[in-house]
């Protein structure tokens, strides 16, 4: 949820963030409303509780032959009080719900409008050029015995897919890569739950807009994440954290689910869009001052990768309304796919500033002339740094004329030294 003293204090400001996004500014006056009678039920209800309390001493003292009529009075304030308190649940919801409508505020220059909106900030490379006809990634992965997307579908059916030999230990090679690079960065490895409770899901922002991405388990109340980043933005939930030593910074490898709602038709070859993927997700807690910073760091993290293993990329600032309700700015890094001719989002990264540890209610202390003063929301960040879809690039990129393909430098001490990957016969 956004500041409610920015909501209250500058609302054009929320205004402006939310048409950015594509959004009505409708949202915001709603939500004002919805503030200003949760507060007015709140205080009538607690002005009939004092009520309440000083007539109950009033009984206490009063004649024998007064109590009856107070007693009656006592009783008629207490079903007051009591419709008082339902006010004050409904207002609640209600203020929640509309609250629940305003997205993060967007950074300033954040481009505004919808997905073909975004900024590209920069290039790296010359797209991969060949002088025989490219194979696609799955024709590539068949004929190294890496793919199995037949197989995947009878099992589990259409989305579903076996990585097989070489296909196995390539993304283990990538997401070995990849947590060395967050290690050696400062990131604590962990392997977090992949089933969360609804309270850490909305609190990162999941079940809004993008509630029907999600797997749900009825029987469990419990929800399949799509990404690290919602287990490790509620590791810290209800909390106060020490950020005196700096940022506190985590990787997550993890299994993740998607149900790819509303891609019907898209992407359907291949592992490009599927609904279980490995993915290291980078996810930091630090002071809203410093995220900007932090963000360009996670930035610099996956664009040393990707030129590492030699790919082509180009890094996008994603326009508002594609952002999410969480994110303030998400920047993605995108691979050439040769048989594509187009760049593909292969890394994300979000600066979420301080809205997920408003829900999540996770603080910090900030330090004014050195004296601890009242506890605030710290900012939160994420990022990919590898997950499945690499491979496709990495297939299509280093590919040979005879269908075999050139193992990136930086992965050979994790597939044993392994240069080229060949044909299976």
């Known amino acids: 949820m956004i500041d409610l003293a920015l909501l209250r204090d500058n609302p054009d400001l929320v205004k402006r963030s ?10 915001v006056d709603a939500a004002i409303e919805a503030d200003r009678a949760r507060r007015a039920a709140i205080t009538a ?14 009984v206490a003292s009063a004649p024998k032959e007064d109590k009856p009529a107070l007693v009656a009075q006592a009783k008629e304030l207490s079903d007051r009080v009591k419709a008082a308190q339902q006010a004050v649940t409904a207002a609640e919801e209600a203020a929640d719900a509309a609250l629940a409508r305003i997205e993060n505020i967007v950074i300033d220059g954040v481009p505004a409008g919808g997905e073909e909106n975004f900024v590209t900030v920069r290039t790296h490379g010359e797209p ?47 997401m070995s890569l990849a947590l060395q690079r967050a290690v050696d960065g400062g990131f604590i490895p962990m392997i977090p739950p992949t089933l969360v409770r609804p309270e850490v899901m909305r609190g990162t922002g999941f079940l809004g807009q993008h509630a029907d991405e999600v ?26 954290l020490d950020l005196t030593a700096g ?77 999410g309700s969480s994110a ?29 540890a408003r829900r999540l209610d996770v603080r910090y202390r900030p330090s004014v002339d050195g004296v601890a003063s009242k506890t605030a929301p710290v900012a939160t960040l994420n990022g990919t740094l590898a997950t499945t879809r690499w491979i496709v690039a990495l297939l299509e990129t280093h ?27």
């Open 18 to 27: 939310q048409e950015a996004r594509g959004e009505s500014a409708d949202t």
């Open 45 to 58: 209800f607690e002005e009939l509780r004092a009520a309440q309390n000083a007539h109950g001493k009033t």
């Open 128 to 174: 991969a050029s060949f002088d025989f006809e490219p194979l696609d990634h799955l024709a590539l992965g068949e004929k190294l015995g890496a793919i199995d997307m037949e197989r995947g579908t009878k099992v589990s059916g259409s989305r579903f897919y076996f990585l097989t030999g070489i296909g196995a230990r390539l993304e283990y090679a990538l």
């Open 215 to 240: 797997y749900k388990l009825e029987a469990d109340d419990l929800y399949l994440v799509g990404t690290s980043e919602v287990p490790l933005a509620g590791y810290h939930m209800g909390e106060i």
């Open 247 to 323: 940022a506190k910074r985590y990787a997550g490898w993890s299994t993740c689910y998607r149900r790819e709602a509303g891609s019907y038709g898209k992407d359907t070859r291949g592992i490009i869009r599927v609904h279980q993927f490995n993915k290291l997700e980078m996810f930091v807690y630090t002071t809203p001052e410093d995220a900007e910073a932090e963000h360009l760091r996670l930035v610099g993290l996956q664009e040393q990768m990707l030129q590492d293993l030699g790919l082509s990329y180009r890094v996008i600032d994603v326009a508002a309304g594609d952002l």
């Open 328 to 356: 303030a700015r998400k920047y993605d890094v995108e691979a050439w796919v040769p048989t594509q001719g187009s760049y593909r989002e292969l890394t994300s990264t979000s600066n979420c500033t301080t809205y997920q």
């Open 399 to 425: 590919q040979r004329a005879d269908g075999s393909v050139v193992i990136p430098e930086v992965l050979r001490p994790y597939l044993g030294g392994l240069e080229v990957a060949e044909p299976i016969a």
